[in-house]
């Protein structure tokens, strides 16, 4: 999944425990999403399991998780202009890839890797091979569905 790398650190700090979408995704608790921090930094940076879906009106939405998600209201009506309902992804264990693994090494591994717009899935083996070195610090179940 695609994040600006301010918000992606408030992840990985325990700061921002919902990451806010325009479109429901698809996705459960358990599922493992890996977190690419787009530009400047451009890197995949960790791994966060998800608690749960988060769904409701936006004009209700912030009051009761803006607190979790890192942006200021003006932030939040902004991002969700022109839509009535907000979603989320309630984060739950977090796991920082040490070291992080750049575009430029992503594009060595994966042949015509682009980082997604919004989030894609991974194979099995895409997951075990962007983790490999991580050692047990990073390593999570992997059952359910990965995604990029």
């Known amino acids: 999944m695609s994040i600006k790398p301010k918000y992606a650190d408030l992840i990985f700090s325990g700061a921002k425990t919902v990451e806010l979408r325009r479109v429901c995704p698809k996705l459960k608790p358990g599922d493992l999403v890996l977190v690419y921090a787009s530009g400047p930094r451009m890197a995949l940076i960790g791994k966060f399991e998800v608690k749960g879906i988060l769904s409701g009106k936006k004009s209700a939405f912030y009051d009761e998780f803006g607190a979790s998600s890192g942006i200021s209201r003006a932030e939040f009506n902004s991002y969700f202009s022109g839509v009535a309902t907000a979603h989320g992804i309630q984060i739950g264990r977090t796991w920082k890839l040490k070291p992080e693994t750049s575009l430029n ?21 895409e997951h075990a091979s962007l983790t490999a070195s991580q050692g047990n610090e990073s390593t999570a179940s992997t059952q359910g569905r990965l995604n990029a």
């Open 105 to 125: 090494v992503l594009r060595r591994r994966f042949e015509g890797f682009h980082p997604p717009q919004s989030y894609r899935y991974l194979l099995e083996f």
